[in-house]
């Protein structure tokens, strides 16, 4: 499996690009993994990961949806991160009992939960994922048109501020 979020060249056009950077989780903005024993990580998705690998004994990992704040750029009101296209993480169960989750795929799922039932068929999905480009392109630019209009609302709505103040 490549780098699941990699940069899908057919996504470039230049007056998106700071509505991009807003989404995609960056070094500099949040790590593409977290593991269950780093300050970052939520207590809800230690709690989560540690129930599931308890129900299901054998298991090494799942996918997930992440919870607010959990990995994403996207700041501010709970709005704007239900509005952003859903980012799925991988939870890896460790030799060690700690777990690790992963940045796998943006947009909504293709797939069947319960056709998720087995290490091996995360690993299909995943490689599935990969397959995609790791997004699912047309809800990308649709969010980042979006998001790109709005910012440009916003600038504007400063100007004018500014200029009367």
């Not at 690009?17 to 780093?38: D, G, N």
């Not at 308890?54 to 750029?73: N, V």
């Not at 048109?145 to 609302?153: F, P, V, W």
């Amino acid at each position: 499996m490549g780098n699941l979020l990699r940069f899908n060249p057919e996504l470039y056009r230049p007056e998106l690009m700071e509505a991009y950077r807003a989404l995609y989780p960056t070094q500099e903005s949040r790590k593409l993994t977290i593991y269950s024993t780093a300050p970052e990580a939520k207590p809800e998705s230690v709690e989560q990961a540690r129930a599931f690998f308890a129900s299901h004994p054998g298991r090494s990992r799942f996918i997930r949806e992440t919870i607010p704040g959990e990995f994403d750029a996207v700041t501010g009101t709970d709005a704007a991160f239900f509005r952003t296209p859903q980012l799925w993480i991988e939870i890896e169960l460790l030799p060690n009992g700690h777990t690790r989750a992963t940045a796998r795929f943006r947009g909504s799922k293709f797939w069947h939960d319960e056709q998720i039932n087995s290490d091996a068929a995360v690993c299909d999905l995943l490689e599935e994922c990969d397959r995609r480009g790791g997004v699912r392109l047309s809800e990308i630019v649709s969010w980042a048109e979006d998001e790109s209009g709005h910012m440009e609302y916003m600038r504007q709505r400063a100007k004018r501020k500014a200029r009367k103040g």
